[in-house]
């Protein structure tokens, strides 16, 4: 079996480990209906519906036909369950300028490992042996219409299902952010009042979301509390958003 091979089958069976399945059960306590407001006309649409209009946005239709530079961007999608976000980004920007960008927008915690899966294709943020890095340019590895992968922290994963939904002439300065999802609202468990924190423990029990007053007094302890996020990392290791 080659060296990459075995690593790989490491990788998957980490991700069965119990860190792993807190993070998957987060996106089922969160399966829950999310809207969001379009940066063009300030409208407010759920995640369902927001590629159709994004689509047929007049607003956004006047801001592409001012434009006068020339080249090619991608409009991508990133979510999982209520969380979501559509950006657009340069055709020729490496994978890794998409990988700091969901990492500053949604991830980053402890500097962990990174990944993109395209096409059966794994890049990896610390690239050994035969693993690809993340220098190839999007244009290079995807097209409209190309779902991946992208995968944070290989112990405890969050991972985002992507897409590139279409492509447009133009150009983009960084990556600017066309809509996500607004911020969700969470119940306590204890009283019924507005959660602002969750015990990442009695989160993988399908509990664990509390106001401050009844957080004092949680069994779990302080150290199990972070705070409620806009972000599917929400609980998990030590991201605090």
Known sequence: MLKTEFVTLIMNHVKKCYCYQRTKLLMEVTSMK????????????????MVRHLASCPERKKVIENEKSKGKVFLIRAGVGPFWVYFEVNATSALK???????????????????????????MSEPWDDYKGMN??????????????????????????????????GSVKGIPIITRNNSLEFSCGECGKPATQVCSQCLWEGEGFLCDSCAE?????????????????????????
């Open 34 to 49: 999310s809207e969001g407001i379009c940066s063009f006309c300030k409208r407010t649409f759920a995640g369902s519906g």
């Open 97 to 123: 300028m998409v990988d700091s960008f969901l990492r500053e927008l949604w991830l980053e915690c402890c500097g962990h490992m990174s990944s993109f899966t395209i096409n059966s294709e794994q890049y």
């Open 136 to 169: 190839f340019k999007l244009e290079k590895v995807m097209s409209p219409g190309t779902e991946f992968l992208h995968e944070y922290d290989f112990g405890s994963t969050t991972e985002l299902e992507m897409k590139c939904i279409s492509e447009r002439e």
């Open 217 to 241: 007094d949680h069994e779990c302890g302080e150290e199990m509390l972070l705070p409620v996020v806009n972000s599917p990392r929400m609980g998990v290791c030590a991201y605090t958003g």
